[in-house]
């Protein structure tokens, strides 16, 4: 089955050697902490990349491989005072998630996109700990290569000491497609920030 990369820059997206600008305007206005999944159901060729505006949240969504692209706020999202650092990915059978950073609560949070469908409400993952910097992994592989297909992983930094030095790298599953998630453990503890999660093609799941 082959497997289409697509690679993002700021503002833009690299599609068949052609550069498709997301949104256009001068540096003061621009978009921040955008990211580009890689879904392996390319039977539909969509993707799906979040990003951020002065603390206001959404995403941007192409069904032609990156060529166009249509922007919009998912429904729920107006409830946020502020929301930052958006990260999307997809599971095995195409479904995409959308999770951010909230104030106004103050957590995280996740919201899916059935394949072929619309965005459903956000549901919260956390609001024990002072989230920064998530990162989410959905496990894509095949039913039967993984026996935890469909399962979607978030890492994330707690910052709730408001101190980097005492930081700690916490974990959080969700094993119903975004029904429900599981209270988040510890990894590490430290001088730490930024975790990445990652599956491996037999469900093995792995934290950078």
């Given at each position: 089955m082959k497997r289409y990369i697509i690679l993002a820059c700021t503002l833009a997206m690299l599609a068949l050697g052609a550069v498709t600008a997301l949104a256009q305007g001068d540096?003061?206005?621009a978009l921040s902490t955008e990211s580009i999944p890689l879904n392996v159901q390319v039977s539909h060729n969509g993707v799906i990349t979040g990003a951020s505006h002065r603390h206001y949240t959404g995403v941007f969504e192409s069904y032609d491989g990156g060529h166009t692209w249509d922007q919009l706020q998912p429904s729920g999202l107006e409830v946020y005072t502020k929301t930052s650092d958006p990260v999307t990915t997809f599971d095995e059978q195409g479904n995409g998630y959308f999770t951010?950073?909230?104030i106004g609560p103050l957590g995280v949070?996740?919201?899916k996109k059935t394949s072929g469908g619309n965005w459903g409400a956000p549901v919260t993952v956390d609001r024990t700990t002072r989230?920064?910097?998530q990162w989410i992994a959905g496990d894509q592989n095949p039913q039967g290569s993984s026996p935890h297909a469909g399962n979607v992983y978030m890492s994330w930094a707690d910052v709730t000491l408001n101190n980097?030095?005492?930081a700690r790298i916490v974990f959080a599953r969700s094993t119903d497609r975004n029904v429900t998630w599981s209270?988040?453990?510890t990894l590490a503890?430290?001088?730490v920030e930024g975790p990445v999660p990652g599956v491996a093609p037999d469900g093995t799941m792995y934290v950078a």
């Open positions: 540096a003061s206005d951010l950073l909230t949070d996740m919201l989230a920064d910097k980097q030095e005492n209270p988040p453990i503890n430290g001088f």
